[in-house]
């Protein structure tokens, strides 16, 4: 079902290190996710997808690893910017028309 | 490519009033366009999915005749939020789907709503 958080996880990292951000998906039968990333009062911004016949993809910075085993889905970044720093939500979607099933989201602070 | 817009980005009204937001896709057409509320600090909750030239269908616990939702052409779809209330202050954001990729969710810049 959808994920109503009542707070949101935070990750805090410092400037030039790699950030790790990590979201547990609830349908086994999802066949595509995306990541998405919310800078504050804005909309959501694609990032990355990748299919469940797929292990591993990467982005520019990003790479997205999916485990369907456990039902783990991660987003890498690599060498993470102050320009990062945004709430990342994870989505799946399979079915049911289509619709985007959301995680509760990760909010990730970048310090300088 | 894939741009989706909304208007207004904010806006102000009284308690009792209705008001209408635009999502729009700007440089692909939009078979399906989704819209969600998001609280502060939570998650994004679907409202309801509407497909162009037919009814939205709405998700449980979200009232029809309340986030009245219109989708007459591919690329326009409107959520009027009648005789508004406090409690439906939230920010609202629309996506759509379509163009290349008809699984992507394209989103909107999202249309944060004050009742007062």
């Known amino acids: 079902g959808e994920s109503v958080g009542l707070h949101l996880p935070t990750l805090s990292v410092q400037e030039g290190d790699n950030s790790i951000i990590n979201c547990a998906y609830s349908n086994s039968a999802s066949d595509y996710f995306i990541w998405y990333k919310q800078e504050s009062g804005k909309g959501p911004q694609f990032i990355i997808d990748?299919?469940?016949?797929?292990d591993k993809r990467q982005g520019q910075r990003v790479t997205v690893l999916l485990n369907k085993t456990v039902k783990h889905l991660s987003l890498q970044i690599a060498a993470t910017q102050p320009g990062d720093s945004a709430v990342y939500f994870c989505a799946e979607t399979g079915g049911q028309g289509g619709k985007l099933i959301f995680g509760q989201g990760t909010e990730l602070s970048v310090k300088p | 490519g894939a741009v989706v817009s909304q208007h207004p980005s904010w806006v102000i009204c009284k308690s009792g009033t209705s008001v209408k937001i635009e999502c729009r896709s700007l440089d692909f057409q939009a078979t399906t366009m989704f819209w969600y509320r998001q609280f502060p600090k939570q998650s994004l909750m679907l409202m309801a999915t509407?497909?162009?030239?037919?009814?939205?269908?709405?998700e449980q616990g979200v009232e029809k005749d309340k986030f009245l939702i219109n989708h007459a052409s591919l690329t326009l779809s409107t959520l009027t939020v009648t005789s508004a209330h406090p409690e439906d202050s939230s920010f609202y954001i629309c996506?759509?789907?379509?163009?290349?990729?008809?699984?992507?969710?394209?989103f909107g810049p999202g249309t944060r709503l004050l009742v007062l």
């Open positions: 996506s759509a789907r379509g163009g290349e990729s008809q699984e992507t969710q394209y």
């Open positions: 990748i299919r469940s016949n797929m």
């Open positions: 509407s497909n162009e030239g037919s009814k939205a269908t709405y």
